[in-house]
């Protein structure tokens, strides 16, 4: 059974930067589709980043594109995201996610194609 643990969150001001982690436990990081998700309240939950199986190739929502980094150390068995110029439209709570599917790209970007998912994390930008 696979497990996921997210970092703690935060409160950052507008522009700051926070990275999230994500452990995994019961299957190695390197076998997995490993995601980032967040769900802000009134809101359905939403892609915000992915790294694939097999290559290890990042896939990111327009919106985070270029303030984002998501990375993996597979000798860790952890997934970071890195967020850089946050925006107080980044508040959430952010999920991680994984599978053991190598999926294409574009299925990437959809909660549905993950199996395990982490418990969330309080992310809030704010001044």
């Known amino acids: 059974q696979v497990q996921l643990l997210e970092s703690a969150g935060g409160l950052v001001q507008p522009g700051n930067s926070l990275r999230l982690s994500c452990a995994t436990s019961?299957?190695?990081?390197?076998?997995?589709?490993m995601g980032w998700f967040r769900q802000s309240p009134g809101k359905e939950r939403e892609f915000v980043a992915a790294?694939?199986?097999?290559?290890?190739?990042?896939y990111y929502a327009n919106s985070v594109k270029g303030r984002f980094t998501i990375s993996r150390v597979n000798a860790e068995n952890t997934m970071y995201l890195q967020m850089n110029n946050l925006k107080a439209d980044d508040s959430a709570v952010y999920y991680c996610?994984?599978?053991?599917?190598?999926?294409?790209?574009?299925?990437?970007?959809?909660?549905?194609?993950?199996?395990?998912w982490g418990q969330g994390t309080q992310v809030t930008v704010s001044s």
């Open positions: 996610a994984a599978t053991g599917v190598n999926y294409a790209l574009s299925a990437m970007s959809r909660a549905e194609s993950y199996d395990y």
């Open positions: 790294i694939r199986r097999s290559d290890g190739h990042p």
């Open positions: 019961g299957r190695a990081s390197s076998t997995l589709t």
